[in-house]
């Protein structure tokens, strides 16, 4: 079967790093995305890699091992907006998207 | 940037009745619409794939008669949940891809059931 693994929650304190990891399991590859998504609110797009390395973006930054199965979405100077749930999305062969259940993450002051 | 318009963004609705949920492509052709339910603290869960002039593809689990996909135009799909009961009651979302490389969501719908 098919299948992202990403961790239930993470905290952070403000202005620091956290990295949150997503593993994947799928029938076929076409990229791996990262959301953001605000309670009650509908997600938006952080970033997309289709080819192993890191993609920065600001603050963002997001990486890809495809050999691993293995992605990480690292937030720098953390604020207290960025307190939100992360998800992790692989588009598989059939071009269908497969996702994580999502990170919550909690950003303390 | 491409944006995806969803209405209604909230609904209160009586058992038994039917409930319309519109998304539009505002700035681009959305050939293909993803319509996605999501609970609670829980992962987006595909509903349905509808095709511009085609019939919706269901996901397995999902009945076709009960939410019922139309994708008359390039700009416009819809979904009715028809004879809404409690446990319909959910965040409904819609996404399509301009491109490759991004899925632009609507802005979501929560549907609360009475």
């Known amino acids: 079967g098919q299948n992202i693994d990403q961790p239930t929650e993470m905290t952070a304190t403000e202005g620091a790093i956290v990295q949150i990891n997503c593993t994947y399991q799928?029938?076929?590859?076409?990229?791996l995305f990262w959301y953001q998504q605000h309670a009650g609110e509908a997600p938006t797009f952080l970033s997309y890699?289709?080819l192993d390395g890191l993609e920065e973006k600001g603050r963002f930054s997001s990486f890809l091992s495809r050999s691993k199965g293995y992605s990480y979405l690292l937030l720098k100077e953390l604020q207290m907006k960025d307190s939100a749930s992360y998800l992790c999305?692989?588009?598989?062969?059939?071009?269908?998207?497969?996702w994580g259940a999502g990170t919550k993450l909690i950003i303390k002051p | 940037g491409a944006v995806v318009s969803q209405h209604p963004s909230r609904v209160i609705c009586k058992s038994g009745t039917s409930v319309k949920i519109e998304c539009r492509s505002l700035d681009f052709q959305a050939t293909t619409m993803f319509w996605y339910r999501q609970f609670p603290k829980k992962s987006l869960m595909l509903m349905a794939t509808?095709?511009?002039?085609?019939?919706?593809?269901?996901e397995q689990g999902v009945e076709k008669d009960k939410f019922l996909i139309n994708h008359a135009s390039l700009t416009l799909s819809t979904l009715t949940v028809t004879s809404a009961h409690p446990e319909d009651s959910s965040f409904y979302i819609c996404?399509?891809?301009?491109?490759?490389?991004?899925?632009?969501f609507g802005q979501g719908t929560r549907l609360t059931v009475v």
């Open positions: 890699n289709v």
């Open positions: 509808s095709n511009e002039g085609s019939k919706a593809t269901y």
């Open positions: 999305a692989v588009r598989d062969s059939n071009y269908q998207l497969i």
């Open positions: 799928t029938s076929g590859f076409n990229g």
């Open positions: 996404t399509s891809f301009l491109g490759n490389t991004e899925a632009f």
